[in-house]
């Protein structure tokens, strides 16, 4: 490809690097970010990640977690680090304003650019482009990146589990329509290469505490919204909800997709309130596409079955608001 060839030009000399990825990293979000970061460390860079803020418990079993700066932890580390990058990669977002606090120092500083996304309509003007919107994870690309870089020979065991974590997390465990082939013979390649994916799941879905499990009977008991007429079901979690049941970063990841599941749903959502902010998570299947929904109602955007948006209005008003555009037949006139 032509712009591995360009990198691995820059590349040739000694370089600073900075990883980021998105504000609240998922898996596919820090599983890519420290892939890249063992890989070009192997190559003899200073290499560091820093992401906007924390990510769950689960997650931290992930080779070189104990390297990472969070930018809402130590500013002054992570902004002296920023400064003096030679390249800034970023991953898994598309625009600057993903990473919140981050932003403005990202958009200020010399370092080239170089990204690697599978979101849609990227706004970030990159030096180096591996952006793919067919790709069902930026972990996915990371490994195609390496590939064509250096071949198979430089993707270690800690590589291999942190890609994997990625794309079994953005593929919904293989379920979602972005599962091809490809991307198939990608984990074979990587369970070849010495991925453990018994481990490997067993760490991300397996490792659930008291108060999470409780948590999530609450919200299956109380918190389920469905609407068959409309055929949307949707949770909505508010600051109590974190409170009595000690949740954590990531402990409501997941809970839109039982409200997916029921027979007949073909959109789902959950809006939660913590502090101070609402956020909007949609899950569809079929051809209704939520990434139009969240932008053009909730200022987001993301995936055709995968999105999120966020909301001005209280708890209760962005509820209405959501229930009236269901009541105004939105969700059915506003396919793709």
Same mark, same amino acid.
């Given at each position: 490809?032509?712009?591995?060839?360009? $990198?691995?030009? @820059? +590349?040739?000399?000694?370089?600073?690097? *900075?990883?980021?990825?998105?504000? !609240?990293?998922?898996? =596919?979000? %820090?599983?890519?970010?420290?892939? $890249?970061?063992? @890989? +070009?460390?192997?190559?003899?860079?200073? *290499?560091?990640?820093?992401?906007? !803020?924390?990510?769950? =418990?689960? %997650?931290?079993?992930?080779?070189?977690?104990?390297?990472?700066?969070?930018?809402?932890?130590?500013? *002054?580390?992570?902004?002296?680090?920023?400064?003096?990058? =030679?390249? %800034?990669?970023?991953?898994?977002?598309?625009?600057?304003?993903?990473?919140?606090?981050?932003?403005?120092?990202?958009?200020?500083?010399?370092?080239?650019?170089?990204?690697?996304?599978?979101?849609?309509?990227?706004?970030?003007?990159?030096?180096?482009?591996?952006?793919?919107?067919?790709?069902?994870?930026?972990?996915?690309?990371?490994?195609?990146?390496?590939?064509?870089?250096?071949?198979?020979?430089?993707?270690?065991?800690?590589?291999?589990?942190?890609?994997?974590?990625?794309?079994?997390?953005?593929?919904?465990?293989?379920?979602?329509?972005?599962?091809?082939?490809?991307?198939?013979?990608?984990?074979?390649?990587?369970?070849?290469?010495?991925?453990?994916?018994?481990?490997?799941?067993?760490?991300?879905?397996?490792?659930?505490?008291?108060?999470?499990?409780?948590?999530?009977?609450?919200?299956?008991?109380?918190?389920?919204?469905?609407?068959?007429?409309?055929?949307?079901?949707?949770?909505?979690?508010?600051?109590?909800?974190?409170?009595?049941?000690?949740?954590?970063?990531?402990?409501?990841?997941?809970?839109?997709?039982?409200?997916?599941?029921?027979?007949?749903?073909?959109?789902?959502?959950?809006?939660?309130?913590?502090?101070?902010?609402?956020?909007?998570?949609?899950?569809?299947?079929?051809?209704?596409?939520?990434?139009?929904?969240?932008?053009?109602?909730?200022?987001?955007?993301?995936?055709?079955?995968?999105?999120?948006?966020?909301?001005?209005?209280?708890?209760?008003?962005?509820?209405?608001?959501?229930?009236?555009?269901?009541?105004?037949?939105?969700?059915?006139?506003?396919?793709?």
């Amino acid at each position: 490809m032509k712009d591995t060839a360009v $990198l691995k030009n @820059f +590349l040739s000399d000694s370089r600073k690097i *900075v990883i980021t990825t998105h504000a !609240n990293p998922d898996a =596919d979000a %820090l599983g890519s970010s420290l892939g $890249l970061f063992h @890989f +070009l460390k192997s190559l003899g860079h200073e *290499v560091h990640v820093i992401v906007p !803020n924390s990510y769950p =418990d689960f %997650l931290e079993w992930m080779a070189g977690n104990d390297t990472v700066t969070i930018y809402e932890e130590d500013r *002054v580390k992570s902004d002296e680090l920023l400064d003096a990058a =030679d390249l %800034l990669f970023c991953l898994d977002f598309s625009g600057f304003n993903r990473i919140k606090l981050m932003k403005e120092k990202a958009e200020s500083i010399q370092a080239k650019i170089g990204l690697i996304d599978h979101h849609l309509n990227p706004e970030i003007k990159p030096d180096f482009n591996f952006w793919n919107d067919t790709a069902a994870a930026t972990a996915e690309l990371v490994y195609d990146l390496i590939l064509d870089f250096s071949g198979a020979d430089a993707i270690t065991v800690d590589i291999t589990e942190s890609l994997y974590a990625g794309i079994m997390t953005d593929t919904g465990s293989f379920k979602h329509s972005s599962t091809s082939s490809k991307i198939h013979r990608t984990v074979a390649e990587l369970i070849d290469l010495g991925a453990d994916v018994t481990i490997v799941s067993g760490l991300i879905y397996d490792t659930n505490s008291v108060d999470r499990l409780r948590f999530l009977g609450h919200a299956l008991a109380e918190k389920l919204r469905v609407i068959e007429n409309a055929r949307v079901a949707y949770f909505v979690i508010d600051e109590g909800d974190f409170e009595n049941f000690r949740l954590k970063q990531g402990d409501t990841e997941g809970l839109v997709n039982y409200a997916l599941s029921i027979k007949g749903i073909v959109v789902a959502a959950i809006i939660i309130q913590k502090e101070n902010e609402i956020k909007l998570s949609f899950r569809s299947i079929d051809d209704f596409a939520v990434n139009k929904f969240a932008e053009e109602y909730f200022g987001g955007g993301g995936h055709k079955n995968a999105s999120g948006g966020m909301s001005e209005l209280s708890l209760s008003e962005t509820e209405e608001k959501f229930k009236t555009l269901i009541d105004q037949n939105i969700l059915k006139t506003k396919p793709e």
